[in-house]
């Protein structure tokens, strides 16, 4: 094996590319076994935070990544992979650097961990050596992605010693005396008067939810889908997304900052302790009150804490036995049953903090370990130019039973349900672009949206149907919808089978059509995707005409069994093999015709 005496950085470098806080975890959690092995510098990065044309120059580099959506990168490693995709870059480019990848991913999904897998052979096509082979966290395992993240760890830390013993000067299985220290946390806070305090700023809109009503033929319940209909003075394009902070619950907020030991209306600032203080995003400009700042910020109703949370608990338990516990869940051996208590439940910050009452965790830490309250994103169902002012979402009231018979429900959809549309409520909203472009007129459209997929796809027809009104050339619209029955969750009945009526947008006369797949209606189900292979000669035909795919919903099975179908209706209507057809779709893909929006 090569030696890494001669690099030009000897710090190691561990950069992280994180969509929903895992891959950040990770990474963080590989800082603390480096330096608890002795390591002398450690530098973590996220890796939009870092120049890639610097890459040639570091000695050892590991990277953890998350793959997104269907096998998309995280926002924050997109200009780095670009970065890594020109033409000039040669084989030898990264000749000397060391190299090793953690991927984060769901094996649930048809691209599993294919960001890990995709720049692991880019590093080694530009010269770059693997320190050992790429680890491949999934959230499929039993103990979710550190499963495989801990033997994966202790197969880096031989082979890092192996090639150079500089950077673990201890040996690769040293832990040093005072690793049973805890480190300072990564921020401070800071106590104000209320004198101090000024209105918060903010780039979000304000705006006011106007009506939610069910959008299926049975009562609104667990089940139903509210159509919500906020107001607001902004513009969107069709296919946008709309980005929501949920509110939480002031029970459990109260219940929170009492069992915290918290005085809700004092001010406080956040700040990083020090400038090394990376991936810590919240922070205060001007004093904010302390409830505001947690309901607005941390996630202590929904969210389960992470790993690191109760081992840095077990530091601040009084009574013995939360200590060992803590300590146990914690470890290696202890793994399998955290997964089993924390994730497996998905029990709170709350409960967790109820269920060791001896724990007396500083502020600072709960700021740094809370979960961060996330905006949900929902795909937009209405055109603007249709409803000015006005954005409408299909939201489907989550609920589910975990493993013990605890009932739990979505932070956001349950909120957004819950709205009473006779109070004045604002709502902090961000619009942002998905992965469904906005159409031109002239585009045919192959749409397949069942369940909430219907969402974007509503607000496509409408906005069609517009332009047909005023005298623009448009191409056809065909469409498949799917849900279990027609009685209980058809989405948006009378809207879809009014514009399949005669000249209307999802009419055969218009060249197009609306097909429904009801899979409990009898006795075998019926997906989107045999409806789709009723209409085999009509997708082929379209698609010759240059018709745009675009696909919305459930990121399970869906988006890969559709895929297998339109491969099954070119292959027989081409009459080309299942390969070639799937080479063929590819390129629709890469033209920017084949279109994924999925969500979990």
């Known amino acids: 094996m090569g030696s890494m005496e001669d690099g030009v950085d000897k710090k190691l470098l561990i950069l992280y590319a994180s969509q929903t806080g895992n891959a950040m975890d990770a990474a963080e959690r590989l800082v603390r076994e480096a330096e608890r092995r002795g390591c002398p510098s450690v530098c973590l990065l996220s890796v939009d935070e870092f120049q890639p044309s610097d890459l040639p120059n570091k000695e050892a580099v590991i990277f953890v990544v998350s793959t997104t959506g269907q096998g998309d990168n995280p926002d924050s490693m997109k200009g780095f992979w670009r970065f890594l995709l020109q033409k000039n870059l040669t084989r030898e480019w990264l000749k000397g650097v060391h190299y090793a990848v953690f991927g984060l991913g769901d094996s649930g999904y048809q691209k599993y961990n294919f960001v890990a897998k995709k720049l692991d052979k880019r590093l080694s096509d530009l010269g770059a050596d693997a320190i050992v082979e790429r680890g491949l966290g999934d959230d499929q395992h039993p103990s979710g992605y550190e499963g495989a993240l801990d033997p994966w760890m202790s197969a880096l830390w031989n082979m890092l010693y192996e090639k150079n013993h500089n950077l673990l000067p201890n040996g690769p299985n040293f832990v040093a005396p005072d690793a049973t220290l805890i480190d300072q946390p990564k921020i401070q806070i800071i106590y104000h008067d209320a004198e101090e305090a000024v209105p918060p700023l903010s780039s979000s809109t304000e705006m006011q939810i106007e009506r939610a009503r069910s959008m299926t033929p049975g009562k609104l319940s667990g089940k139903n889908r509210p159509d919500c209909l906020l107001k607001m003075s902004i513009d969107y394009e069709v296919g946008d997304v709309l980005e929501v902070l949920p509110g939480q619950s002031s029970a459990a907020l109260d219940a929170f900052i009492q069992r915290c030991d918290l005085n809700p209306e004092s001010y406080i600032t956040v700040q990083p302790r020090d400038k090394e203080s990376r991936g810590f995003l919240v922070h205060t400009l001007f004093p904010a009150k302390l409830k505001s700042f947690v309901e607005l910020t941390m996630d202590v109703s929904s969210a389960s804490p992470r790993r690191y949370f109760f081992e840095v608990m077990s530091f601040f338990a009084s009574a013995e036995h939360e200590k060992e516990r803590l300590q146990y869940f914690a470890s290696p051996e202890g793994r399998d049953d955290l997964y089993q208590y924390n994730q497996k439940e998905r029990r709170t910050v709350l409960e967790v903090l109820e269920d060791f009452p001896s724990v007396s965790m500083p502020f600072e830490w709960l700021v ?152 409990r209606n009898q006795t075998k189900k019926v997906y989107v995707q045999h409806k789709m292979k009723e209409q085999s000669v009509k997708i082929w035909s379209l698609l010759n005409r240059g018709a745009a795919v675009y696909i919305a919903g459930s990121a399970n099975k869906m988006p890969a069994d559709v895929f297998s179908a339109f491969e099954e209706i070119v292959s027989a209507e081409s009459g080309v093999g299942r390969e070639d057809a799937s080479r063929w779709i590819r390129t629709l893909e890469k033209a920017g015709k084949y279109h994924v929006e999925a969500w979990s």
Request: hydrophobic share 35%; proline share 10%.
């Open 368 to 519: 740094q370990l809370v979960p961060p309250l996330k905006t949900r994103a929902f795909s937009i169902s209405s055109s603007h130019l249709v409803h000015p002012n006005e954005v409408h979402l299909t939201v489907s009231v989550v609920s589910w039973t975990t493993p013990y018979k605890r009932k739990r429900s979505g932070l956001c959809s349950s909120w957004l349900a819950s709205l009473d549309p006779q109070q004045r409520v604002y709502i902090p909203a961000w619009f942002s672009k998905g992965s469904l472009p906005p159409p031109p007129p002239s585009l045919p459209l192959i749409l397949v949206g069942p369940g909430t997929g219907c969402a974007p796809f509503r607000g496509f027809v409408e906005e069609r149907s517009l332009q047909i009104e005023k005298n623009i050339q448009t191409a056809p619209i065909l469409f498949f919808f799917g849900c279990r029955n027609e009685k209980e969750d058809f989405l948006y009945r009378d809207f879809w089978l009014s514009h399949s009526d005669k000249n209307g947008v999802l009419s055969e006369e218009k060249g197009g059509g609306f097909n429904v797949a009801f899979s």
